[in-house]
């Protein structure tokens, strides 16, 4: 079923439709490879709720979100094993939304936010757009993957430092933490009296000898600095519905956090409440089976494609479908691989040094795409750098 072609161009798609704009690509001969959405029809059980909203025919004002409720924390115990109170969750308009009010609620501007870099772009961007003050801390490699240097990261802490953003599972590079390295996170929050920010949205996407373990449940103890962060969205294909949630167990941090959100008179929308509710079933559970089983083979696909070429090395993911490949091999500039990949390979990517420091000479790879596109953009890929061959 994920082989299905779903054509993307012209429907406002962001990834497609703003390829030329946003990468210098032209969406009719480009790949588009950047933004991390894909190009999958969403599960059927999503599809069959939101019909039924549709034959309705009415959208008004909810009122019971009772179901959804327990849909989340049916998902999490069973997938993730964490068995949270419906209580504790807080719906915002997607995990940058979630990001926004954490710093709104719970910092000044020119208070530090600090995460470990390289790491999802929008950590810094959402950090400036609210006038705090980025702080990065950079991550060591060991051969093939990224581990925690807690003295570079206690260094880097001053009191004015008010929030960790981390990441688990690790975007760009697929890492996912093991329990006792979540729960050294957080006990260099609790060292700092940071809020803990656990972007944990990829974990359902996590390839076969690998587990995501959610910060509730590594480091319980520190919950009452918690704020983790999830959503259907990069699962099921739902980003433009603009749903996710927070569960946040300290009664003291919630009310805050909904006292701001109220101030700003945010309320959930139904369609992606009833599409989450839905996702978050015994039927969507079989169906992310069958995907990550998918995507398990595009990595292999991708990853075996690029390690053909000489100086170019992808890192084996664990998890999500990005796919983090190294170029330092090539001697090659920034300036000079983009321009291989835009122009001569014609694919749009995310370039690396947007993802901070260590990032400057990677680019990020969406693999969320159909097989035959997946071997058309290494097939691209290796023509674009026959030359090193």
Same mark, same amino acid.
């Given at each position: ?11 406002? *798609?962001?990834?497609?439709? =703003?390829?030329?704009?946003? /990468? ?8 588009? @490879?950047?933004? $991390? ?10 599809? +069959?709720?939101?019909? $039924? ?9 909810? *009122? ?19 068995? #949270? ?11 940058? &939304?979630? #990001?926004?009010?954490? *710093? ?9 936010? /600090? ?12 950090? !400036? ?27 880097? @802490? ?8 981390? /990441? ?32 944990? %949205? ?8 690998? =587990? &995501?373990?959610? @910060?509730?449940?590594? $480091?319980?103890?520190?919950?009452? =600095? ?14 433009? !519905? ?11 941090? =919630? ?6 959100? +109220? ?7 139904? %369609?992606?409440?009833? $599409? ?32 053909? #070429?000489?100086?170019?090395? +992808? ?75």
């Amino acid at each position: 079923m994920f082989d299905e072609k779903l054509e993307r161009r012209g429907t406002h *798609c962001t990834k497609w439709d =703003r390829l030329q704009e946003n /990468c210098g690509v032209d969406p009719d001969e480009g790949i588009a @490879m950047w933004v $991390a959405d894909s190009d999958f029809r969403t599960a059927p059980p999503v599809l +069959s709720a939101l019909q $039924a909203m549709v034959d309705h025919g009415a959208f008004g004002y909810g *009122c019971d979100d009772a179901g959804y409720r327990t849909a989340v924390g049916w998902w999490q115990q069973t997938r993730h094993r964490w068995a #949270i109170d419906p209580d504790w969750i807080v719906t915002t308009q997607g995990l940058g &939304h979630a #990001i926004g009010m954490v *710093c709104e609620t719970f910092t000044q501007p020119g208070d530090g936010v /600090c995460f470990f870099t390289p790491v999802y772009h929008e950590f810094r961007n959402k950090t !400036l757009r609210a006038e705090r003050r980025p702080v990065e801390i950079p991550l060591a490699r060991e051969g093939d993957r990224y581990v925690l240097d807690f003295d570079a990261a206690d260094a880097a @802490m001053d009191p004015s430092v008010k929030v960790l953003l981390f /990441c688990a599972p690790q975007n760009p590079s697929g890492r996912v933490w093991t329990a006792d390295e979540m729960r050294a996170v957080a006990e260099f929050a609790a060292r700092h009296d940071l809020i803990l920010v656990s972007d944990e %949205v990829h974990g359902d996407l996590v390839f076969p000898g690998s =587990r &995501h373990v959610p @910060m509730g449940v590594a $480091a319980p103890e520190h919950s009452d =600095r918690l704020i983790a962060m999830s959503a259907s969205s990069k699962t099921f294909n739902l980003p433009g !519905l603009r749903t996710g949630y927070a569960i946040i167990p300290d009664n003291t941090l =919630r009310a805050a956090y909904m006292r701001r959100l +109220s101030m700003l008179e945010y309320a959930p929308a139904t %369609v992606g409440v009833t $599409a989450t509710q839905a996702a978050y079933s015994p039927e969507g559970a079989a169906w992310v089976d069958d995907l990550v089983d998918y995507l398990d083979g595009n990595r292999r696909v991708f990853d075996a494609g690029i390690d053909a #070429i000489p100086g170019l090395h +992808s890192m084996p993911l664990q998890s999500t479908f990005l796919a983090w490949v190294d170029f330092a091999g090539t001697g090659m500039t920034p300036e000079e691989i983009a321009a291989r990949i835009r122009d001569e390979a014609k694919i749009g990517v995310s370039p690396g040094p947007g993802f901070g420091a260590g990032g400057e000479l990677f680019n990020r790879f969406n693999l969320a795409t159909h097989r035959s596109v997946v071997e058309e953009a290494v097939a691209r890929m290796q023509q674009a750098f026959s030359d090193l061959q």
